[in-house]
C-alpha cells in the first residue's frame, strides 16, 4: 500500500503545472453575500477592494450554497464531501469551544485528499470541527477539566493536516486560546469573555479578541512564506470574521461609515489582500487556486451594537446596507439570504477574467473539485454527496454540473433545490424564534396546523400547508408560496429527498449508510410532534 502511494504522488508529481496548482481556500465567518460590493452593489455601503479585485479577476458565481445556514454543519460538509446530516452525534462534549468530535468526520477529509496527491497541506484560523483535550481525570473535558499542559490528542493532524494555528471554536466560544500543531500556545490561566454573548470561560492571559483576525493572517503569510514551487500546497484559512464578536483591530476601527460591522467587514476583505501579497512575494500567485466564500448569511443579531441583539441587522438596513443583498432571511434560516453564499476563484492564465457562473454550486462540491484539480482519486465511499464544478471553472458556460442540492436550517429543516426551484419542509423561516427572524417559527407552525384544519398524520408534513415551495427564477425573495397550487411538484422533490437518505449518498455510486436513523417527522417541533396521528 504505502509503495502504490508513492507510486501515485510520483504520478501526480509529473502533471503540468497548469493542472495541479496550489490552493488556498479562503472562509469567512457569518460574511453575507451582501457585505461585499461585487455581490451587494449599490446596497452595500462597506467597501471592500480587495475581494472585488479577485472577482473582476477571476470567475464570480451568483448560485453557490452553504450546506447549512448556520457553522459547525457546514464546515462539516465541506472538509468532507458529505451532508453533515448524514453524521451521527457528536461525543466527548463540553460547553462551547469544547465541542467534540462526530465519529467518522475524519475519516475522509480535504486534507488526507490532498495528501494523497503529494500536497502540503496547512490550516490556519477557526477549527470548529471537534477537539478531544486530554482532562486531569480522563473524563470528559470541560471549563475545570482541561490539562492545557498536554497536546490535542484529536484535531486538525486526524484530518490530514501537516500545520496547524487554530482556535478550537468561534472566536465567542471558549477557551480563548490558540493551538499550533496540536500544542497550547502561551498560558491559559485567565477567565475572559467577549462582548457578543460574553460567554465567561478559560483563556490565554494575553488573548483578546481584537488581535485574533489579524493573528491568523499573518499566521497564513508565515506559511506561505515557506512553500516554493517545487511542491503544490494547499491552504484552508477560516477567518473568524465578520462573526460576533465584532472585533476590528486598532488599524481598522473607524475605517467605515457604516460603523463597527463595517470595520470588520474591512478587515476581513484586508485578510484576502494579505494572502493575495504573500502569494506574490513568494511567485506563486501565477499557479495557485485561490477561492473565497462565507460558511453561510449575515447574523440577524449582528451588527453595530456589540452585545448581540436579534434582529439589529435591520438597523443596518435601515442605513441602506443589506447584508443578505437582494434576498430574504438570515443566518439559521431557510431563506436564500441564510444559504445562498458569495464564492469567488481566481486562477490567472486558467480563468479568465472578469467571468459570472450561474451554475448551482454547493460547499460541499469543493472536495470532488479539489480532488480533479490535484489529481487525486476518490474511493466510491468517499465525499458522497459532493460534484465537481472544475470544468466550470475552466468555462463558466459549461454544462452545469449539478442540478438538485440538499440543505438545512439551524433547527434542522431540510431545503431541496431542484434547478430553480426550492422547497423548504417547514412553514416559517425555520430559526429559532428568539432571533426575530420572520415569520417566527412557533407561529407558522400553529397557523399551518390551524389551516390544516385536522390532526395531522406524519405523510401529512411532506406536502402544504406545512411546507415552502418558491421559483426562485420568477422569486427570488422567496414571497410567493406555490406549495398548494403545485402539489406533484413537492411530492417529487420529497421523494428525491427520501432516495437520497436512503442511499446515503446524492451521486452515483453504491449505497452507503448513514451514521445514524433520519426520519422526516422527527426533525418537526416538539409540539408538533407531540400532536402527531398514530400510523395506521
Given at each position: 500500500?504505502?509503495?502504490?502511494?508513492?507510486?501515485?504522488?510520483?504520478?501526480?508529481?509529473?502533471?503540468?503545472?497548469?493542472?495541479?496548482?496550489?490552493?488556498?481556500?479562503?472562509?469567512?465567518?457569518?460574511?453575507?453575500?451582501?457585505?461585499?460590493?461585487?455581490?451587494?452593489?449599490?446596497?452595500?455601503?462597506?467597501?471592500?477592494?480587495?475581494?472585488?479585485?479577485?472577482?473582476?479577476?477571476?470567475?464570480?458565481?451568483?448560485?453557490?450554497?452553504?450546506?447549512?445556514?448556520?457553522?459547525?454543519?457546514?464546515?462539516?460538509?465541506?472538509?468532507?464531501?458529505?451532508?453533515?446530516?448524514?453524521?451521527?452525534?457528536?461525543?466527548?462534549?463540553?460547553?462551547?469551544?469544547?465541542?467534540?468530535?462526530?465519529?467518522?468526520?475524519?475519516?475522509?477529509?480535504?486534507?488526507?485528499?490532498?495528501?494523497?496527491?503529494?500536497?502540503?497541506?496547512?490550516?490556519?484560523?477557526?477549527?470548529?470541527l471537534g477537539t478531544i483535550m486530554p482532562t486531569f481525570d480522563g473524563k470528559t473535558q470541560g471549563p475545570d477539566n482541561v490539562d492545557y499542559s498536554q497536546p490535542l490528542?484529536?484535531?486538525?493532524?486526524?484530518?490530514?493536516?501537516?500545520?496547524?494555528?487554530?482556535?478550537?471554536?468561534?472566536?465567542?466560544?471558549?477557551?480563548?486560546?490558540?493551538?499550533?500543531?496540536?500544542?497550547?500556545?502561551?498560558?491559559?490561566?485567565?477567565?475572559?469573555?467577549?462582548?457578543?454573548?460574553?460567554?465567561?470561560?478559560?483563556?490565554?492571559?494575553?488573548?483578546?479578541?481584537?488581535?485574533?483576525?489579524?493573528?491568523?493572517?499573518?499566521?497564513?503569510?508565515?506559511?506561505?512564506?515557506?512553500?516554493?514551487?517545487?511542491?503544490?500546497?494547499?491552504?484552508?484559512?477560516?477567518?473568524?470574521?465578520?462573526?460576533?464578536?465584532?472585533?476590528?483591530?486598532?488599524?481598522?476601527?473607524?475605517?467605515?461609515?457604516?460603523?463597527?460591522?463595517?470595520?470588520?467587514?474591512?478587515?476581513?476583505?484586508?485578510?484576502?489582500?494579505?494572502?493575495?501579497?504573500?502569494?506574490?512575494?513568494?511567485?506563486?500567485?501565477?499557479?495557485?487556486?485561490?477561492?473565497?466564500?462565507?460558511?453561510?448569511?449575515?447574523?440577524?443579531?449582528?451588527?453595530?451594537?456589540?452585545?448581540?441583539?436579534?434582529?439589529?441587522?435591520?438597523?443596518?438596513?435601515?442605513?441602506?446596507?443589506?447584508?443578505?443583498?437582494?434576498?430574504?432571511?438570515?443566518?439559521?434560516?431557510?431563506?436564500?439570504?441564510?444559504?445562498?453564499?458569495?464564492?469567488?476563484?481566481?486562477?490567472?492564465?486558467?480563468?479568465?477574467?472578469?467571468?459570472?457562473?450561474?451554475?448551482?454550486?454547493?460547499?460541499?462540491?469543493?472536495?470532488?473539485?479539489?480532488?480533479?484539480?490535484?489529481?487525486?482519486?476518490?474511493?466510491?465511499?468517499?465525499?458522497?454527496?459532493?460534484?465537481?464544478?472544475?470544468?466550470?471553472?475552466?468555462?463558466?458556460?459549461?454544462?452545469?454540473?449539478?442540478?438538485?442540492?440538499?440543505?438545512?436550517?439551524?433547527?434542522?429543516?431540510?431545503?431541496?433545490?431542484?434547478?430553480?426551484?426550492?422547497?423548504?419542509?417547514?412553514?416559517?423561516?425555520?430559526?429559532?424564534?428568539?432571533?426575530?427572524?420572520?415569520?417566527?417559527?412557533?407561529?407558522?407552525?400553529?397557523?399551518?396546523?390551524?389551516?390544516?384544519?385536522?390532526?395531522?398524520?406524519?405523510?401529512?408534513?411532506?406536502?402544504?400547508?406545512?411546507?415552502?415551495?418558491?421559483?426562485l427564477a420568477e422569486d427570488p425573495h422567496e414571497d410567493h408560496n406555490l406549495a398548494d397550487a403545485h402539489p406533484d411538484r413537492v411530492a417529487a422533490m420529497v421523494t428525491?429527498?427520501?432516495?437520497?437518505?436512503?442511499?446515503?449518498?446524492?451521486?452515483?455510486?453504491?449505497?452507503?449508510?448513514?451514521?445514524?436513523?433520519?426520519?422526516?417527522?422527527?426533525?418537526?417541533?416538539?409540539?408538533?410532534?407531540?400532536?402527531?396521528?398514530?400510523?395506521?
Amino acid at each position: 500500500m504505502k509503495y502504490a502511494i508513492v507510486l501515485f504522488a510520483l504520478f501526480t508529481s509529473t502533471l503540468p503545472a497548469a493542472e495541479r496548482p496550489n490552493i488556498v481556500f479562503i472562509l469567512a465567518d457569518d460574511l453575507g453575500i451582501g457585505d461585499t460590493k461585487c455581490y451587494g452593489g449599490d446596497r452595500c455601503l462597506i467597501d471592500t477592494p480587495n475581494i472585488d479585485a479577485l472577482a473582476a479577476g477571476g470567475l464570480r458565481f451568483t448560485d453557490a450554497h452553504a450546506s447549512a445556514s448556520v457553522c459547525g454543519p457546514t464546515r462539516r460538509a465541506i472538509m468532507t464531501g458529505r451532508y453533515e446530516w448524514r453524521f451521527g452525534p457528536p461525543t466527548n462534549n463540553g460547553p462551547w469551544g469544547f465541542c467534540g468530535p462526530r465519529p467518522g468526520t475524519e475519516k475522509s477529509t480535504l486534507g488526507k485528499v490532498f495528501q494523497r496527491a503529494g500536497y502540503q497541506t496547512g490550516y490556519i484560523g477557526k477549527w470548529h470541527l471537534g477537539t478531544i483535550m486530554p482532562t486531569f481525570d480522563g473524563k470528559t473535558q470541560g471549563p475545570d477539566n482541561v490539562d492545557y499542559s498536554q497536546p490535542l490528542s484529536y484535531g486538525p493532524v486526524q484530518f490530514g493536516f501537516e500545520q496547524s494555528f487554530i482556535l478550537p471554536g468561534s472566536l465567542d466560544m471558549f477557551p480563548y486560546a490558540f493551538a499550533r500543531n496540536h500544542v497550547w500556545q502561551g498560558e491559559i490561566t485567565a477567565q475572559k469573555g467577549w462582548s457578543a454573548f460574553n460567554r465567561i470561560g478559560p483563556a490565554e492571559k494575553d488573548f483578546e479578541d481584537h488581535k485574533v483576525l489579524e493573528t491568523f493572517y499573518t499566521e497564513a503569510e508565515s506559511y506561505l512564506a515557506r512553500q516554493s514551487a517545487k511542491e503544490p500546497f494547499f491552504l484552508f484559512l477560516a477567518l473568524t470574521g465578520p462573526h460576533t464578536p465584532i472585533s476590528p483591530s486598532s488599524n481598522w476601527r473607524g475605517k467605515s461609515k457604516l460603523g463597527v460591522y463595517g470595520d470588520f467587514v474591512m478587515e476581513v476583505d484586508h485578510s484576502v489582500e494579505r494572502v493575495m501579497r504573500a502569494l506574490q512575494k513568494q511567485g506563486l500567485d501565477r499557479n495557485t487556486l485561490v477561492l473565497v466564500s462565507s460558511d453561510h448569511g449575515a447574523a440577524c443579531y449582528a451588527g453595530n451594537i456589540l452585545k448581540a441583539t436579534p434582529g439589529q441587522i435591520h438597523l443596518l438596513e435601515e442605513k441602506g446596507h443589506f447584508p443578505s443583498g437582494p434576498h430574504r432571511g438570515y443566518k439559521f434560516s431557510v431563506y436564500e439570504g441564510g444559504l445562498r453564499v458569495p464564492l469567488i476563484a481566481h486562477w490567472p492564465g486558467v480563468i479568465e477574467a472578469g467571468r459570472t457562473s450561474h451554475a448551482l454550486v454547493g460547499l460541499n462540491d469543493l472536495m470532488a473539485t479539489f480532488a480533479e484539480l490535484s489529481g487525486a482519486t476518490l474511493d466510491p465511499d468517499e465525499a458522497p454527496d459532493s460534484t465537481s464544478f472544475a470544468g466550470v471553472l475552466r468555462d463558466p458556460q459549461a454544462l452545469l454540473p449539478r442540478q438538485q442540492l440538499i440543505m438545512q436550517s439551524a433547527t434542522e429543516c431540510f431545503v431541496v433545490r431542484d434547478g430553480d426551484w426550492k422547497l423548504c419542509l417547514c412553514p416559517g423561516s425555520g430559526a429559532d424564534d428568539q432571533w426575530l427572524i420572520e415569520p417566527l417559527m412557533t407561529a407558522s407552525w400553529k397557523k399551518a396546523l390551524a389551516d390544516f384544519g385536522k390532526q395531522p398524520g406524519r405523510e401529512d408534513f411532506k406536502k402544504a400547508p406545512f411546507v415552502q415551495l418558491f421559483n426562485l427564477a420568477e422569486d427570488p425573495h422567496e414571497d410567493h408560496n406555490l406549495a398548494d397550487a403545485h402539489p406533484d411538484r413537492v411530492a417529487a422533490m420529497v421523494t428525491m429527498l427520501e432516495r437520497s437518505i436512503a442511499g446515503g449518498r446524492s451521486t452515483p455510486g453504491p449505497t452507503l449508510q448513514n451514521d445514524k436513523n433520519i426520519v422526516l417527522h422527527q426533525r418537526l417541533p416538539q409540539f408538533v410532534r407531540a400532536g402527531l396521528r398514530k400510523p395506521p
